[in-house]
């Protein structure tokens, strides 16, 4: 399934026991995220979507947040590093329901909560054209097909608001990590907004190296250095180097415009 063999035997196990939680509920088991698009690492997380032929009973939930709350405290490293959402069929047959709100589990959280986290534009994509199949049918036999203007669209709004947003939970001044992922975050989704797709963070930057130009290759050089550096909130960015973003990123805004 995937090139760690402790993860395979988690997620092994985990589909087992959603079929005996779940049962004939349980209408497929999927990876997305970078288990999907490619370029998944050991720092990455993995990232799930189960799909359910009916919305969760309160019992069925339940014993969802108990498995949950159990996983993270087996040993291992992927026990830690799973994310993902319980998502009704229904749902995902429609972009009408996209951030419907699905039981979802954060990346080593032991509580669940409800969120519209994977139902937004580029998780369905993902799910859909490149979706890895544990259990159940093809995505694209039940997922709604994303448009590709629509995903370009999406980048367009997101973009301008991307570093304020991220301000409201780390501080791209005082968290190496941080910044690291602003500026891959800013590369993946201009590259959707160039093209229609989803792309991993590991090869969106080496095409910003590509269309950016060599003012931006330092930079773009460290973030790919150290993008496998774990979360460390004591682990300020290399000195410049936040000022070196938020210049990065007026240069992305200005590449929204159809007059660059």
């Known amino acids: 399934m995937t090139a760690f063999p402790e993860l395979d035997a988690l997620l092994g196990d985990l589909v087992t026991s959603l079929r005996g939680l779940l049962g004939n509920d349980l209408a497929g088991f999927y990876l997305v995220g970078s288990f999907a ?30 498995l949950h709350a159990e996983i993270p405290t087996r040993p291992g490293h992927w026990t830690r590093n799973l994310e993902g959402s319980y998502a009704p069929l ?25 969120s519209g986290h994977c139902n937004r534009l580029e998780q369905r994509w993902t799910l859909r054209e ?29 973009l301008p608001t991307l570093l304020d947003d991220l301000a409201t939970w780390t501080d791209i001044d005082q968290v190496a990590w941080g910044q690291r992922y602003a ?9 959707t907004f160039s093209d229609g797709r989803v792309h991993s963070k590991a090869s969106s930057l080496t095409w910003a190296m590509q269309t ?44 929204l415009s159809p007059d660059f």
């Open 37 to 66: 698009v490619g370029d998944a690492d050991c720092s990455s997380d993995c990232d799930f979507l189960a799909a359910l032929r009916r919305p969760l009973s309160p019992d069925q939930e339940a014993a969802l947040r108990e």
């Open 183 to 191: 500026v891959e975050s800013l590369c993946r989704m201009f590259r």
């Open 212 to 255: 950016f130009g060599p003012r931006w290759t330092p930079l773009l050089r460290q973030v790919q250095a150290d993008r496998t550096r774990p979360w460390n909130p004591d682990e300020p960015p290399p000195a410049g180097s936040a000022d070196l973003t938020r210049a990065f990123a007026r240069e992305v805004l200005a590449r």
């Open 90 to 114: 229904d749902d995902l047959r429609t972009l009408e329901r996209l951030d419907q709100p699905w039981l979802y589990v954060d990346r080593g959280w032991r509580k669940m909560q409800w």
């Open 130 to 158: 490149c979706g890895v199949t544990l259990s159940g049918p093809q995505p694209a036999t039940f997922a709604a097909e994303v448009p590709e203007a629509l995903l370009q669209q999406a980048m367009a709004r997101q």
